[in-house]
């Protein structure tokens, strides 16, 4: 089999270190190439003028906010196909798949009811008309294609879990072209087509959903994917919908907390500081996703290692594998702190030559370098507690935390003490970082995530990897 191997012992006969890294370089290149279509809108539009890259910016990020318990939930899908991986049941990973694809639709559709409050929305926020504006088109274009977006996160959780991570990272590079062409012609107006500004990079986006969805179903359609992991066994299985709900659900409001919590605080929060301010921070965001992701595609691997470990019964190896991710991880998240600090205001001028821009992103740039250790606690052990379905609780606490200190914290700063600027909430955002990423590395060493089972003992014990019969899911939870 091309792109990876189907026998989880074959695995653990490699070193651990290459056994991640092998597994986390495809999503490694996945995830920045998410960071390459991020920094061609941004840039491609900051010709456009500072104001348009701003609404893109901050339109894209209440478009996640709307999503994100989606995309949550569906995270979900590479916990459940790695574990049923690992203990050998194939069958299972792909109906897990098709549940994920069947909730991508049903949720996408949903998430269609914001498309008329987009203006009221941003009007209410107090930005400028023409900004709101701006802002109102990127996100009801980018909304409507919430079912493609929901879908491709589905399949790329499957590919994962069966050890095809390099089929999404291609996926990914083949959206990143077709979003940096789109834009091109669609932005700016080329080739007849109408110059679209904004507009255009909303589409562009949408245009790299839909190629990468396709790019990612013709390979398992080509392959002997489909036919080993019963990826074309699309029927509705209510057990197995149920429990992708009742496990992912926490993850989902796990994930759309933090992520309105941090649309909030950028919008609003850190917005009272006005327009110039949140375009320093939209440029500086940029950087801060040059760390973030490719971090993200390592606690992804983490997530599928734990899931996979934990369904062949060696828990100690799962930890072990978590605590090496953590390890390279913050190497690298610390490093690109640094250079943040170093080189921030060439990197501010990359986007733009404002000057009062190009020092206020520096300014941001050194709270965001601050920030980069506890970041790497909380992308590492997060995804390792979630391998493990280990959800609940870390959604409860950090949605308290990021609430109360991030987003509560952050505007009482601003508001009383106006005269530290965006200095102020990120310092309390760097606190809030702290908070979380130190409970979520204990709550893992304490190893409470070990007596959770997500399987009957009879489907864990009798696997039947090519079989018709659904196996059941439960949470058993058993005390020692």
């Given at each position: ?138 996100f009801q274009i980018c909304i409507s294609f919430a079912v ?227 970041d790497a606690m909380y992308v590492v052990y997060h995804g ?59 709550r893992f060493i304490l190893g409470g995530w070990k007596q ?29």
């Amino acid at each position: 089999m091309a792109g990876g191997t189907s026998n989880p012992a074959a695995l653990s006969n490699r070193r651990p270190s290459v056994e991640l890294i092998l597994l986390a370089l495809p999503m490694i290149a996945q995830f920045s190439s998410y960071v390459v279509l991020q920094f061609t809108d941004t840039y491609m539009l900051s010709l456009v003028g500072d104001m348009a890259a701003t609404a893109a910016g901050q339109a894209g990020q209440f478009v996640w906010t709307i999503i994100a318990f989606g995309f949550g939930c569906l995270l979900i899908v590479n916990t459940l196909a790695s574990q049923s991986f690992g203990r050998g049941d194939h069958a299972s990973c792909g109906r897990y798949l098709w549940q994920g694809l069947w909730f991508a639709v049903l949720y996408g559709l949903a998430a269609m009811a914001a498309f008329p409050l987009a203006r009221p929305l941003f009007d209410a926020f107090g930005h400028e008309p023409r900004l709101a504006a701006l802002e109102a088109t990127y996100f009801q274009i980018c909304i409507s294609f919430a079912v493609f977006k929901l879908a491709s996160t589905a399949t790329a959780q499957f590919l994962t879990a069966v050890n095809r991570p390099a089929v999404v990272m291609w996926a990914t590079i083949a959206a990143v072209i077709a979003n940096i062409g789109a834009n091109y012609v669609l932005i700016y107006g080329h080739f007849g087509f109408p110059r679209l500004g904004v507009a255009g990079a909303a589409w562009g986006t949408n245009i790299s959903l839909v190629v990468e969805l396709t790019v990612m179903w013709a390979f398992i359609a080509r392959s002997l994917i489909g036919r080993m992991y019963h990826a074309f066994d699309g029927a509705f299985q209510w057990p197995m919908f149920k429990s992708l709900l009742r496990i992912g659900s926490p993850a989902g409001l796990s994930t759309v907390a933090e992520v309105a919590a941090w649309s909030s605080f950028m919008v609003v929060v850190v917005g009272t500081f006005g327009t110039a301010t949140m375009s320093a921070q939209n440029y500086a965001f940029r950087f801060m996703m040059v760390s973030f992701m490719p971090a993200v595609g390592i606690g992804q691997a983490v997530t599928a290692l734990v899931g996979r470990y934990i369904g062949a019964g060696e828990h100690d190896k799962a930890a072990r594998r978590a605590h090496l991710g953590f390890v390279i991880v913050s190497m690298y998240m610390v490093t690109c702190g640094a250079l943040m600090v170093i080189f921030r205001h060439d990197l501010m001028r990359f986007f733009t030559a404002d000057e009062r821009v190009i020092a206020l992103g520096g300014t941001i740039l050194i709270m965001m370098a601050l920030y980069q250790f506890f970041d790497a606690m909380y992308v590492v052990y997060h995804g390792a507690l979630r391998g493990a379905g280990d959800t609940l609780v870390p959604a409860i606490v950090l949605a308290v935390l990021v609430w109360t200190i991030s987003v509560g914290g952050g505007f009482v700063v601003a508001k009383q003490w106006p005269e530290y600027g965006a200095i102020g909430p990120w310092a309390i955002t760097c606190f809030y970082g702290l908070c979380l990423g130190a409970f979520l590395m204990i709550r893992f060493i304490l190893g409470g995530w070990k007596q959770i089972r997500l399987h009957t003992p009879t489907a864990a014990s009798n696997p039947t990897p090519c079989s018709d019969k659904v196996p059941g899911l439960e949470l058993i939870v058993e005390t020692p």
